[in-house]
């Protein structure tokens, strides 16, 4: 439990731990972009 705290107050890990989320973040932000415009593209063919 200790070394769990510890690692996470070290700045490097705490960066490293950051930069990860917010690639995550961007990464999924981008497939739902994707996805939802694939989505929206059907959905007006359907419409046609």
Do not use: G
Not at 1 to 16: C, G, L, N, Q, V
Not at 22 to 35: E, G, Q
């Amino acid at each position: 439990m200790y070394s769990a705290i510890r690692k996470y107050s070290d700045p490097f890990t705490f960066s490293t731990f950051v930069t990860l989320h917010t690639y995550n973040n961007r990464l999924s932000s981008f497939l739902f972009s994707s996805i939802y415009t694939q989505y929206s593209i059907m959905t007006k063919q359907k419409q046609a």
